[in-house]
C-alpha cells in the first residue's frame, strides 16, 4: 500500500513537472523559423486614443516577442485617416507619447499621411517630430509591401 501511494505521488510530480512541459509554452518558431528578419508594416486607422496606446503597447511586446526569438525585427508603423488627428502634442497623452518615444529609439519608423492630414484638416506643423510626414501613405503600404514587408491593418 505504502508503495503504491509513493509510486502515485512520484507519477504526480512528473506529469506536473515544468520540464516535461516546457515545449507547451506558447512560442512562434515555426512562424519563425529560417528567419534572420521579419519586417513588418502596420497601417493603423484608429480614431480613439486608447485604442492607439493598447496597439503601440502590442507593437512593442510584438517587437520584444520576436527579437527573444532570436529574429530581428524591422518594423514601420504608419497613420492614415483619423489617426492622424491623434498625432499632435496636444492630443497625445503622456502614456502615448512616452511609447512612440520608446518604439523609435529601438529603430521603429513612424509615418504619417499628408493626405489624411489635409482632407482632415490637421495642421502639419502640430505633428509630433518621432513621426514622419509622407505624401501618401498608401504609396508607402505599397512601396513596403513590394519590399517584402507583410502588411497588417490596425482598424
Known sequence: MLGRCLMMVTLLMLMCSPVLHAESQPN???ALAGLKTAKVIFDVRVADLDKLVFNLRLFSETMEGIAAQGVKPEMVVTFRGPTVKLLTATALDEEAL??????KKKGVQFEACAVAMRVLKVDQAGLIPEVKLV???LISLIGYQ???YAM???N
Do not use: S, Y
Not at 98 to 103: E, I, K, S, T
Open 98 to 103: 512616452d511609447l512612440l518615444r520608446a518604439l
Open 146 to 148: 513590394n519590399k517584402g
Open 135 to 137: 505624401a501618401n501613405v
Open 28 to 30: 512562434d518558431r515555426e
Open 152 to 154: 497588417i491593418a490596425i
